[in-house]
């Protein structure tokens, strides 16, 4: 039988996966998996797409322009995180990346950069931060891969909020307030949520005042402390599993 740790690399393919099920690979990750890892005819590679579990393949075809794998063992289902959207605005590259990366590892099923009346950056590359996302699915074992959308302004996605998913709005203004959410104890808000974590700078007045105006919104503090931005999410995502999530 084939073990999941006889096999050396983790990928993440965009096609259907399923016993014999042959996956023809693009040139990036023949590449990868061929000059980059030095892979050959036969190496056991460890495959998911979110949809079909993971599944152990053998490489059939190796050459540096494609390849085919084949599928020949199911390994596990699908881990699919709970109806969470991580809601951050960005910062500093490397650290725009470290959040997206934590936001995978945790649990995220969204992740939805904002921008605000004080956020740094005003553009983002998305297809370089859907490829983080990517990355850190195959690099932490994770067998769901999420979402990063595009950058869109804080007040149009608020226009737009769905009636059903709650808010975890964490307002520096409450630090010192504790962290419970809503006063709620575990297990007594399942549904839909988001969490929202501000700019270096914080949010502005109108967005504090419109954010604690929303019906959905619970407001909490993170602790008695300011927090950076990218500890700020890594903190709200382990308090929102621990409270709500598939870590109780």
């Given at each position: ?52 579990g ?9 050459n540096?322009?494609?390849g ?37 590892e ?7 950069p ?82 929202l ?26 602790g ?14 382990t308090?929102w ?8």
């Open positions: 039988m084939v073990r999941l740790m006889s096999a050396k690399v983790r990928l993440f393919v965009e096609h259907p996966l399923g016993e014999a099920q042959p996956v023809p690979l693009s040139r990036d990750q023949a590449n990868y998996l061929f000059a980059v890892m030095r892979l050959g005819d036969d190496a056991r590679i460890a495959l998911f797409n979110g949809v079909d993971e599944w152990i393949a053998r490489v059939a075809q190796a540096k322009r494609g085919i794998l084949v599928c020949e063992e199911f390994v596990r289902p699908v881990l699919t995180p709970p109806d969470l959207w991580l809601i951050f605005a960005p910062i500093k590259k490397a650290r725009t990346d470290f959040i997206v990366e934590k936001a995978v945790m649990g995220a099923r969204r992740i939805l904002v921008q605000t009346a004080f956020t740094n950056s005003e553009r983002i590359r998305q297809d370089r931060l859907q490829a983080h996302a990517v990355e850190a699915a195959e690099q932490c074992g994770g067998t769901f891969v999420p979402e990063v959308a595009d950058l869109q302004k804080l007040d149009r996605l608020l226009a737009d909020w769905p009636a059903e998913r709650r808010l975890m709005f964490c307002d520096e203004g409450q630090v010192g307030q504790g962290p419970a959410v809503g006063g709620a104890p575990a297990g007594e808000a399942s549904g839909p949520w988001a969490i974590i501000g700019p270096e700078g914080g949010f502005s007045e109108p967005e504090r005042a419109r954010l604690h105006a929303l019906p959905q919104a619970e407001i909490i503090g993170l008695p402390r300011i927090l950076r931005a990218d500890t700020a999410a890594v903190a709200a995502l308090l599993q621990m409270t709500y999530g598939d870590w109780r």
